[in-house]
């Protein structure tokens, strides 16, 4: 081919055709946006999991999600412990309590406590101390009355940085650390503290009766975590009464609470529908452009055919044209929903975060509007009679 | 010049051809269509969260001091009810007693013998002989409650409760209870299912730790009803002085008000549905602008023969800021009903309160009329180059 068609029919008028991929930026821009929410609301669900080291884990059959865990008998533990496979079990405590807002209203409330043995290394570190040495924060800990607050909680819980005291269920604690895990819809404030300190902010009894309990296996036994539970279930159904303990792989887990989150409250069925009103502003908006860019060059078309070139050379032009405006728009669209998406996380603790699948994915789908949109406004084209125009 | 109310020249220039009026028309309504559904998601949530606060049969609430959020348990002595009983103008005042923690029901219907976990629900109670709830079926059956251990069972309870039905024995708090009757009210971010009892039956599943039988001494809410004809605000005043600071007394208004204050900032949903909204707002204008500036560049000829003929720029100004305000007005009567259709659709099928109150209505109408002048505003430009020389050229 001799002549850049496309290129200069995107040159010709360049405020048009900025118009043009702006209408495309947009409408990318939208399905980034509303995935990401969707996204968000998913990868909410499951902050407490990604933030902890196990391969199996023990629950209370009444378990709700991580923020309404429930409990069970610590015997368990030491019941899954005897098994060959497994390297190591942590209790872990899950429980409410009532934070002392440390201002003049002096306000009490409800905050998310999650306890854990020093000893145990509970935590995928890299994930939750990210803004300090995790060993520092951890070895602060061993000091009775000491927590770690988490840095996605909200405003209204008061001046929380490290070194504030303040009361924590009547008992005095101070915070001499943050760490970050991330809260959802199922609570808005978090700390960390020491299975120690979490007895006496409760009771010695609260030490028997743990919310979860992590399973690590022997690195030979990893790959092969689904059998071991289904041997430790085995175990531990038969000796007990079956519906006082579960147990999960990390994989099951995970999705159990994405479940609970996006099936079984309303926050699922809103962000699915806004996706997918995305999904149908963005078709229309890249027909409207790109139809139009046709319409306008009509006569051009009409006339390339009338001197004799094939409806393949056409398609072939819209199809490359609408494949440059897909790809040009996309770039704007992924830098500005980058710089949304750190609003959202900076503003409204959203957990927006850009995956290589939701990129890539975007991309693929904007070509392929793009290229739909082209061939179907190319119709008008093929129909279109040169005696006609002139 | 001539008086320009004669010629309804915006009307018509929008009207003449009647297909393209339908089309644009759907396509204004598809804006404002988007932004009533982003609205109504918004509401739907935070509304949901205040369904019970709003079936409280009274205008004045009381709570304990430190009260922030309804599923947090705070209490007050119900001494408190009893001094606001002798405030004037307060016909009477009835303790509720709330609990969504401990509270577990478990489907004890469910066939599998595995599957029978147990799940909390929330429990609402108060003394059957006072109509503390403006519910037609709870009151129906306040009688019902009357029975220990009887219960009401809310239809919008999620599945994972099981059946719900009259007649049915279930688990509740570890006690066998009766669902007596059903009635409707819905579920929201604190909840997935409510049950409604007597104080006495509250009193026997869910008893004081520390001293059992002072249970029913410490209330939740405290709904104050006033005699008819009384000004709430002074109402207000007078229950306040009758009472000591370490309770709070508010309207029903400002109680929903905190109680939605409290999920708006505790969930991230205000910053994704003032993005969904401003959304719409922008996928509008753009339609808007594509329609007006396509309808002025069509009647371009038509607009530099006015010009030609005499008439100014500000009234050609004023004919397509009048056929943008006539676009507004045709696209959002069909976007208000098919918004409409749907939010009826949610209710019944999602079961989320989907409200269109006057208030939201005028906001979107204003929204539209806003998007719409904006775009017509910006195809003006072109009329004003409209130059009759070149278009007879």
């Known amino acids: ?390 | 010049m001539l008086p320009f109310t004669r010629v309804p020249l915006a009307w018509l220039n929008l009207t003449h051809d009647k297909r393209r009026l339908i089309v644009r028309a759907l396509g204004v309504a598809f804006a404002v269509f988007l932004m009533f559904v982003e609205l109504g998601f918004w509401n739907a949530l935070l509304d949901a969260s205040v369904e019970l606060i709003e079936q409280f049969n009274g205008e004045l609430i009381l709570v304990s001091k430190a009260h922030y959020a309804m599923a947090v348990k705070e209490q007050f002595t119900c001494r408190r009810l009893a001094q606001a009983r002798m405030a004037p103008g307060v016909r009477a005042a009835f303790p509720v007693y709330l609990e969504y923690t401990s509270s577990f029901w478990k489907d004890t219907g469910s066939p599998e013998p595995r599957r029978s976990s147990s799940h909390p629900i929330r429990v609402i109670a108060f003394d059957p002989d006072q109509p503390v709830l403006a519910n037609p079926a709870v009151n129906a059956h306040r009688g019902d409650l009357k029975i220990l251990f009887n219960v009401l069972l809310d239809t919008k309870s999620k599945r994972e409760y099981g059946e719900i039905e009259a007649g049915i024995d279930r688990e509740l708090a570890q006690q066998r209870i009766h669902v007596a009757d059903t009635f409707t009210l819905g579920t929201n971010f604190a909840c997935d299912g409510s049950v409604i009892m007597s104080d006495l039956t509250y009193a026997e599943l869910f008893p004081n730790e520390l001293s059992p039988d002072a249970t029913l001494r410490l209330a939740d809410v405290g709904v104050i009803q006033l005699k008819p004809g009384t000004d709430v605000e002074t109402a207000r005043r007078a229950v306040r002085e009758v009472l000591p600071d370490d309770v709070a007394v508010y309207t029903k208004d400002e109680f929903s008000d905190i109680e939605k204050k409290y999920w708006q900032n505790a969930t991230p949903i205000g910053f994704i549905f003032q993005f969904g909204l401003c959304m719409g707002f922008i996928v509008g204008g753009v339609i808007c602008y594509q329609i007006i500036s396509t309808d002025v560049s069509e009647h371009l000829a038509e607009f530099a023969t006015l010009k030609a003929i005499g008439y100014h720029n500000r009234y050609l100004n004023w004919t397509v800021l009048r056929e943008s305000l006539w676009l507004a007005m045709l696209g959002f009567v069909p976007g208000l009903g098919l918004s409409w259709l749907l939010y009826r659709a949610l209710d019944a099928w999602v079961g989320l309160p989907m409200y269109l109150t006057p208030l939201r209505i005028l906001l979107i109408f204003s929204m539209t009329a806003i998007m719409c002048v904006l775009s017509g505003l910006l195809a003006l430009r072109k009329v004003r180059t409209a130059d009759p020389a070149e278009v007879f050229g």
């Open chain 1, 1 to 390: 081919m001799k002549t850049p068609l496309v290129l200069l029919n995107l040159l010709h008028q360049p405020l048009r055709t900025l118009v043009a991929l702006l209408g495309v930026a947009f409408a990318i821009l939208l399905v980034f946006m509303q995935l990401g929410f969707y996204g968000s609301a998913e990868t909410a669900s499951t902050t407490i999991y990604n933030a902890l080291d196990f391969d199996l884990v023990l629950l209370s059959s009444n378990y709700l999600n991580t923020t309404r865990p429930r409990s069970f008998p610590r015997n368990r533990v030491y019941q899954a412990l005897q098994h060959t496979d497994v390297a190591s079990v942590s209790p872990v405590y899950i429980d409410w309590q009532t934070w002392r807002i440390r201002n003049r209203s002096r306000q009490r409330r409800a905050i998310l406590v999650i306890a854990f043995n020093l000893d145990e290394p509970v935590w995928l570190r890299e994930r939750v101390f990210l803004t300090q040495p995790a060993g520092e924060c951890l070895r602060r800990l061993h000091t009775p009355d000491t927590v770690l607050m988490d840095t996605s909680t909200r405003d209204y819980f008061g001046p929380r940085q490290p070194g504030i005291e303040t009361e924590l269920n009547q008992t005095t604690v101070e915070v001499v650390g943050q760490f970050t895990i991330g809260t959802g819809y199922g609570t808005d404030g978090m700390i960390l503290t020491s299975d120690r300190t979490y007895a006496r902010l409760t009771s010695p009894q609260a030490l028997d009766q743990p919310a979860l309990g992590l399973i690590k296996l022997k690195p030979e036994a990893r790959n092969r975590a689904a059998s071991v539970k289904k041997d430790l279930a085995r175990t531990l159904y038969t000796t007990h009464p079956r519906d006082e303990v579960h147990i999960f792989t990390r994989d099951e887990i995970e999705q159990r609470d994405r479940d609970y989150w996006m099936h079984r409250t309303s926050v699922g069925v809103i962000f699915q529908m806004g996706v997918f009103v995305a999904c149908i502003v963005g078709v229309i908006f890249v027909y409207q452009v790109i139809a139009t860019d046709i319409t306008d060059h009509f006569a051009q078309y009409a006339t390339l055919k009338a001197i004799g070139y094939s409806p393949w050379y056409l398609s072939g032009v819209v199809l490359r044209q609408a494949l440059a405006l897909s790809i040009l728009g996309y770039v704007p669209a992924l830098l500005v929903a980058l710089v949304l998406y750190e609003l959202g996380r900076e503003k409204a603790n959203l957990l927006l975060s850009m995956t290589w699948e939701r990129a890539v994915g975007v991309l693929v789908l904007s070509i392929a509007m793009c290229s739909l949109s082209g061939l179907l406004a190319l119709r008008k084209v093929k129909a279109a009679d040169p005696a006609e125009l002139f």
